[in-house]
């Protein structure tokens, strides 16, 4: 797993205006990924940052990034709450919220849509993607967008901005681990 595979997919994230964010490996050595996630981890908890493998198949994993302190506030909002809700979750604490996450990822054939809630999409978007993934939404960037039009038009600037910045620097020379604030 490359500094540059971590930029690239996660910047946003690494800079701490993101949740967290998903990318896939393929190819993978899962001895070699394990050390990875290992070093990279203790790295990165005392920055605030986790990284764990959602999902893995023989030549493929799903990584998340993200950042518990602002998942925890994300999953506090009432409305994310309901829909985690509604939908089965026990909402006894935001690890066993992953790992419900995590079980439901391995178990469904496709994506589990409040996976949005997750990655810091904004709770009436997750619903919106829930009730019709394919009408109703006014913008498409990094997720489909069905409320908060200019809100999420500013976000997706600053996320591509912070993105072209991250891949600067770490061309530049600078060190993953600074990168991480």
């Known amino acids: 797993m490359s500094s540059e595979q971590l930029v690239r ?8 205006i993101k949740t967290g964010s998903l990318y896939a490996i393929q190819g993978v050595d899962m001895d070699e990924l394990k050390c990875d996630l290992s070093a ?12 764990i493998p959602l999902k893995m198949s023989d030549d493929k994993v799903l990584i ?23 939908l089965g979750y026990s909402l006894e604490s ?22 949005g809630l997750f990655l810091g999409y904004p709770p009436s978007d997750v619903r919106g993607f829930i009730h019709d993934p394919n009408n109703g939404y006014v913008m498409s960037g990094y997720w489909k967008v069905y409320s908060n039009e200019d809100k999420a038009r500013d976000l997706f600037r600053r996320y591509k901005t912070c993105t072209r910045e991250y891949e600067r620097m770490l061309m ?9 604030v």
């Open 40 to 51: 990279l981890n203790r790295t990165l908890i005392s920055k605030g940052v986790r990284i």
């Open 172 to 180: 530049a020379g600078r060190p993953l681990e600074q990168l991480v």
């Open 94 to 115: 935001v690890e066993v919220s992953v790992v419900e996450l995590i079980l439901r990822l391995r178990s469904y054939g496709s994506f589990p849509h409040e996976i």
């Open 64 to 86: 998340y990034i993200y950042r518990p302190q602002m998942l925890k506030k994300d999953l506090s909002d009432p409305n994310a709450q309901e829909i985690l809700s509604e």
């Open 9 to 16: 997919n996660c910047a946003p994230t690494l800079a701490g």
